[in-house]
């Protein structure tokens, strides 16, 4: 479905991906007419013909998979996830901006994503200094 290559014209290289999809896409009749988010959304992209939102779909879909690929090249899908979530948990606790980072390197550092480990955090940053 999927397919990058590095290729070469006039002496210039591009990175090049395809993908290719069997699907049917239309912005004319149908369930299009009848529910008014399609309208909008259509607004939004500048009322494309079915051909222009094929390839803007086709565009979404390649950065989507080019994204999971550099996860699963870089870090993994596991540790992005955690790391996204010690940072919601952390906001959630309402970690004074400053320190949401540390926070999230601290929970990293424990391998607890909890609400515990954000006081235990908060405790030891927040004391009044002697």
Not at 1 to 25: D, H, Q, R, S, W
Not at 80 to 95: E, T, W, Y
Not at 96 to 121: G, S
Request: with cysteine; aromatic share 6%.
């Amino acid at each position: 479905m999927t397919n990058y290559e590095i290729v070469e014209e006039n002496e210039v290289k591009f990175f090049k991906g395809m993908l290719e999809l069997p699907i049917a896409v239309g912005t004319i009749g149908g369930s299009v007419n009848r529910n008014p988010l399609y309208a909008t959304c259509l607004n939004l992209l500048d009322q494309p013909n079915s051909q222009q939102l094929s390839q803007i779909i086709t565009a979404v879909g390649l950065c989507q998979n080019l994204a999971a690929l550099r996860a699963l090249a870089i870090e993994g899908i596991q540790r992005g996830h955690m790391r996204l979530h010690a940072r919601a948990i952390a906001i959630k606790s309402q970690v004074p901006a400053h320190l949401v980072d540390d926070c999230c390197k601290f929970m990293e550092l424990r391998k607890k994503y909890d609400e515990q480990t954000v006081q235990a955090f908060l405790d030891f940053h927040m004391k009044p200094k002697l």
